[in-house]
């Protein structure tokens, strides 16, 4: 499973990249706002961002209806070569998806709740489908669940071009484990979660004994 960030911030998307672990980035109205972003300036942004990243830089449409999302999706997509043009899905967006994917445009359908919209969502031409999962834990409903059943439907059939499911709304590392488990093909996670993910109690706790064992082979 691969590694996606889930941020407009810069200096979050360099840290990961410079561990060696970033294939991708995922950003949204909601992430760029929070970096205080301006619309001014988010051709700009991603663009910083494709720089930093090689990986797939999905960078959301707002638009809800057809040509205004192709729109749009041409424009981002004319950013960088590794722009991916998420789209959230609905009959609209899975219109526009069709149009952007006849023009070479990877397509990112995005608040994927259930088996049949990830399907439709492949079947339009998305290269890439994100299931949300905290966002039904938030209601009390089992986002892993969900998940299983979008990784396994998407298996299951052949759309003529590549389709990768990328676990999203990740709130915790469990999450991840799971995701990789059941066969997600990326994980898109905030970078807290990052952080977290690459520590565990028992990796400080051998450090800390290598480190006082290699003391005593200084002072020996
Ligand atoms: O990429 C968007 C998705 O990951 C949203 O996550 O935490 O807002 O549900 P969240």
């Known amino acids: 499973m691969k590694f996606f960030l889930d941020t407009a911030s810069l200096r979050e998307i360099e840290e990961a990249a410079s561990w060696g672990v970033l ?7 909601t992430l760029y706002a929070r970096e205080g972003g301006s619309l001014a300036e988010f051709h700009g942004h991603i663009k ?11 960078a959301e449409t707002v638009g809800l209806r057809r040509d205004e999302i192709v729109r749009e999706g041409e424009d981002l997509a ?39 919209q990830a399907l439709m969502a492949a079947r339009a031409g998305a290269r890439y489908v994100s299931p949300f999962i905290g966002r039904f ?8 669940e969900h998940l299983g059943n979008m990784v396994t439907a998407i298996s299951n059939y052949d759309f003529g071009h590549p389709v990768e499911v990328i676990a999203a709304s990740i709130r915790h590392n469990g999450h991840v484990v799971e995701a990789a488990l059941m066969g997600a093909d990326i994980a898109t996670v905030p970078f807290a979660v990052l952080e977290k993910l690459v520590k565990h109690p028992l990796t400080d706790r051998g450090l800390e004994a290598f480190l006082a064992d290699w003391e005593k082979v200084k002072n020996a």
């Open 48 to 58: 910083r961002i494709c720089d930093v990243c090689d990986g797939p830089v999905s």
């Open 78 to 116: 004319a950013i960088a070569p590794n722009v991916v043009v998420k789209v959230p899905v609905m009959p609209e967006g899975l219109a526009a998806t069709k149009t952007l994917a006849a023009k070479g445009i990877d397509v990112n359908m995005t608040l994927c709740f259930t088996v049949p």
């Open 23 to 29: 294939a991708g980035v995922t950003t949204n109205p």
């Open 137 to 144: 834990d938030d209601i009390s409903e089992d986002g892993l």
